[in-house]
Every structure is written in structure tokens, then in C-alpha cells.
């Protein structure tokens, strides 16, 4: 079980970015993928982007490639999401969330939430045009 606490939320309009941080508790977040997925209202949960325990892999949503850096830092025990080039589409709140699996390096899949199995508070990204 990770604790994770998410922060960096907020208004931005159109094209501007956004740089989310999620802090992790206990000795053991290093050897954990992690993930960042979004809800927006009236929507299921989705995926946006996954980094390995490692960080040597990262995987993104169709939508986000080329915007969106997902990175982590296991000194800190901390992720990132970048978000550059923001849409209103990317209107949602974000969670950060841990693997079930430690040491997964590879996912042969794309993540689904079934794969996670600690999950931060949120934090909302709105974007105005």
C-alpha cells in the first residue's frame, strides 16, 4: 500500500501548461510503476500516462502524446505529469495511482485502473478557451 497526495491543479486558459506532482509515502514507492489518470464529469475514469518502477518506459494516451511528460524522481518519491499545450478537452480531475504489480517494467497493454491499486485524492485541471 502507497500513500499518494497529489498538487498542482488549476485554471489555465488554451494552450498554457500545467506541472502536476504527486508525493508518495513508504520506503517502497521506487519499486512501484506509477500512473496518472483523469475524470472528467460524466465520464469514466481514463488513462493519460504510466512510467515504469524504473522510469526507463513511459506509455501515453493517444490524445496526450507529444503534450504530456509523465516523470519521477525515487529520490523524492515523487511523479510528474507536464501538460503542455493544454486543450479545454483536458478539463478533468487528475489522480496519480501506484501499480498492484511491483517491478512491473513492461505493460502489454495499455493501463487500465485495474492495474492500480492505491489512488490519490485528485486534483482538478480545468481549461478555459
Known amino acids: 500500500q502507497v500513500d499518494l497526495v497529489e498538487s498542482g491543479g488549476g485554471l489555465v486558459q488554451a494552450g498554457g501548461s500545467l506541472r502536476l506532482s504527486c508525493a508518495a509515502s513508504?520506503?517502497?514507492?521506487?519499486?512501484?510503476?506509477m500512473g496518472w489518470f483523469r475524470q472528467a464529469p460524466g465520464k469514466e475514469r481514463e488513462f493519460v500516462a504510466a512510467?515504469?518502477?524504473?522510469?526507463?518506459?513511459?506509455y501515453y494516451e493517444d490524445s496526450v502524446k507529444g503534450r504530456f511528460t509523465i516523470s519521477r524522481d525515487n529520490a523524492k518519491n515523487t511523479v510528474y505529469l507536464q501538460m503542455n499545450s493544454l486543450k479545454p478537452e483536458d478539463t478533468a480531475v487528475y489522480y496519480c495511482?501506484?501499480?498492484?504489480?511491483?517491478?512491473?517494467?513492461?505493460?502489454?497493454?495499455?493501463?487500465?485502473?485495474?492495474?492500480?491499486?492505491?489512488w490519490g485524492q485528485g486534483t482538478q485541471v480545468t481549461v478555459s478557451s
Open positions: 513508504g520506503r517502497t514507492f521506487s519499486s512501484y510503476p
Open positions: 495511482a501506484a501499480d498492484k504489480i511491483r517491478w512491473r517494467q513492461y505493460y502489454i497493454h495499455s493501463p487500465i485502473t485495474g492495474d492500480f491499486g492505491s
Open positions: 512510467i515504469s518502477w524504473s522510469g526507463e518506459n513511459t
